[in-house]
């Protein structure tokens, strides 16, 4: 079976790892604050916090934001169910923004009309997760000047886009957003196993969240409510968390992090012969924003229904049928039973549900071969035709 995503690992990975199980520190070692720099180096951000996966990364960039109870958190019914779910565990009201038909993320059009409505009836956000869908972020600049406007907390969840950038500088530098989230899951662009990071330029978000990640402990003498009582004394100031990341994972993200640049531009590769190879076919290609420049985590076709005579499910079974691994990325979050309990419905989000009934993720990872991705192209096109 050939999988629509697979982490490319190599001896200098195994190297990495085994290095730091052959010294003192397994967790909390000097790896996590190495990987941590080279982040933040490498996406021009002042400050990164390294935590044990994406999901926790976003509920502290929440916490840190102050989102609670009472507040309101919003983001794109068309994302993993992390994004929304971060926003519940701060006892925040979830509410989601339909996407945009032409490049699938948050439709920062439908954005402001709904501030807009939102403002007159005091619902306003107090957060917005705005997810880099596929590698490609959203509306960036447009979402920076709304947050100005009605003062929300932006928290981008480019979890698909380490790597990426965006109006000419890499996503993660925080021009656009407070916050900027990364996941390193194996199927993500660079691997930790699990692993996760906040990236941000305001140094009291960074406190924060490191207090955050560690159970709201702190040994920094200026944070204490009193002087210090001797050099084992720490405090804990406020409820945190143990959302740490170790030093063996770090250890792996940080040879992983050597490696970007290289597996980007197979991505980019492997997409643009996508586009080459399945144009004219019945299909909706992935539409581009011009000042995104995207990781491609996914590479997503969406099937003109009216025009092939399979209907979506046989397509995706007839792919699995023929070894390939499509996946099909994402179910509505709005649509999950946990969501529809809380009053959501089905028509509620029309361009996320339409998506929904046509998406197919075709395999991308860096070492997909050039065979390998002509034969789910052949498989595709023998479908459509069928
Ligand atoms: C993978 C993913 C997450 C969660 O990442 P973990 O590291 O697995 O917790 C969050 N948001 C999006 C959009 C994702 O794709």
Redesign the pocket.
Known sequence: MIPYGRQSLDQADIDAVMAVLQSDWLTQGPAIERFEQAMARRCQAGHAVAVC??????HIACLAAGLGPGDRLWTTPN??L??ANCGRYCGAQVDFVDIDPLTWNLDAVALAAKLEKAERNGTLPKVLVA?A?SGQSCDMREIARLSERYGFTVIE?A??AVGASYAGRPVGCGEFADMT?F???P??IITSA???MVLTNRPELAQHLQRLRSHGMTRDAEQMSEPSHGPWYYQQVELGFNYRITDLQAALGLSQLNKLEGFIARRRELASRYNRLLNGLPLTLPGLQPEAESAW?LYVVRLRLDEISLDHRQVFEGLRAAGIGVNLHYIPVHLQPYYCDLGFAQGDYPQAERYYAEAISLPMFPSLSDEEQEYVVGQLQRLLEE
């Open positions: 996966n994406a999901t926790a990364a976003l994302t993993f992390a994004s997810v869908f969840d979890s698909h989230v996941s390193f899951h199927v993500k699990e692993g996760g985590h």
